[in-house]
């Protein structure tokens, strides 16, 4: 919530907000806090008015293509991958599994 309390402060001034939360690469529970990450940020969305728009900087889920409703949402301009702590070969491998995410490793 506090992401999109934010983000709306941001789209009051015209911008576009982009939406960090980052999930732990070495939690034990990494694929279910993404799940859970994923409902928030649905939910987050459907608060939002048609006209507003957000990027997705989100670390790379375990699953395939999970962010994949997000990208699909009409409120969503893109969703961009953090690598999150994997080396750079490990953080290509895991983006090439998920279709419409782009790169933002650093």
């Known amino acids: 919530k506090q992401q999109f309390e934010v983000a709306r402060r941001v789209l009051a001034k015209g911008l ?4 960090e939360p980052e999930v732990d690469i070495n939690s034990p529970d990494k694929a279910r806090c993404e799940e859970y990450l994923l409902q928030c940020l649905l939910e987050g969305l459907q608060e939002l008015a048609v006209h507003d728009h957000v990027i997705f900087k989100l670390t790379l889920p375990n699953k395939a293509n999970l962010y994949a409703p997000l990208m699909g949402h009409p409120c969503t301009l893109r969703v961009v991958a953090l690598s999150g702590g994997y080396n750079r070969a490990q953080a290509c ?6 279709s419409g995410m782009i790169a933002s490793f650093s």
């Open 16 to 19: 576009v907000p982009i939406i």
């Open 93 to 98: 491998e895991v983006l090439a599994q998920n």
